[in-house]
């Protein structure tokens, strides 16, 4: 039975959230386009099923709704602080830098969900993965002291990430 439903639904969590999107792209909710969202959905994953070699890991839910109310926290102090920065230091005041934050996770998964939180905060963007994946390259707008934004991102985020990923 588990086989059938994997072979039906390859990837059960896309599958949904396909179906999601599809139905808030309508305009109005009906039953035939809840369907029809599901048949999108099935079709899209089975499609694209080839390209997933590996299933991602397992999450930890909890966690995660918890990592992520610490980002969406984080942008609105960012926000303020960039705001600040903008407002009230000139140029040449402004101490931009290039940070790289050496990588203790593996999985492309979370690499890529950290990187993206790095570029969603504003005042900070991931500019480059090492070929190896072991290192981001992130620039920062104004920094004071860079060892210590670069251990902010590692203890903030990153160690959280491997506790999602684990």
Same mark, same amino acid.
């Given at each position: 039975?588990?086989?059938?439903?994997?072979?039906?639904?390859?990837?059960? @969590?896309?599958?949904?959230?396909?179906?999601?999107?599809?139905?808030?792209?309508?305009?109005?909710?009906?039953?035939?386009?809840?369907?029809?969202?599901?048949?999108?959905?099935?079709?899209?994953?089975?499609?694209?099923?080839?390209?997933?070699?590996?299933?991602?890991?397992?999450?930890?839910?909890?966690?995660?709704?918890?990592?992520?109310?610490? !980002?969406?926290?984080?942008?609105?102090?960012?926000?303020?602080? !960039?705001?600040?920065?903008? @407002?009230?230091?000139?140029?040449?005041?402004?101490?931009?830098?290039?940070?790289?934050?050496?990588?203790?996770?593996?999985?492309?998964?979370?690499?890529?969900? @950290?990187?993206?939180?790095?570029?969603?905060?504003?005042?900070?963007?991931?500019?480059?993965?090492?070929?190896?994946?072991?290192?981001?390259?992130?620039?920062?707008?104004?920094?004071?002291?860079?060892?210590?934004?670069?251990?902010?991102?590692?203890?903030?985020?990153?160690?959280? @990430?491997?506790?999602?990923?684990?």
């Amino acid at each position: 039975m588990t086989r059938a439903l994997n072979w039906i639904f390859p990837h059960p @969590l896309l599958t949904v959230m396909l179906a999601v999107v599809w139905i808030m792209l309508q305009n109005e909710f009906s039953a035939g386009m809840a369907v029809f969202g599901v048949i999108l959905g099935i079709i899209i994953t089975k499609i694209t099923a080839i390209w997933w070699p590996e299933r991602p890991g397992g999450m930890r839910v909890g966690k995660m709704l918890a990592y992520m109310l610490i !980002v969406i926290w984080d942008i609105l102090v960012a926000n303020i602080q !960039v705001a600040w920065i903008v @407002l009230t230091k000139p140029n040449s005041k402004l101490r931009p830098a290039w940070i790289v934050v050496p990588l203790d996770l593996r999985q492309p998964e979370a690499i890529t969900l @950290l990187a993206g939180t790095i570029t969603l905060t504003p005042g900070t963007v991931s500019a480059d993965l090492s070929d190896e994946g072991h290192s981001l390259l992130v620039h920062v707008l104004h920094t004071e002291d860079p060892d210590a934004d670069r251990d902010g991102i590692k203890e903030r985020y990153e160690s959280r @990430l491997k506790e999602i990923f684990a």
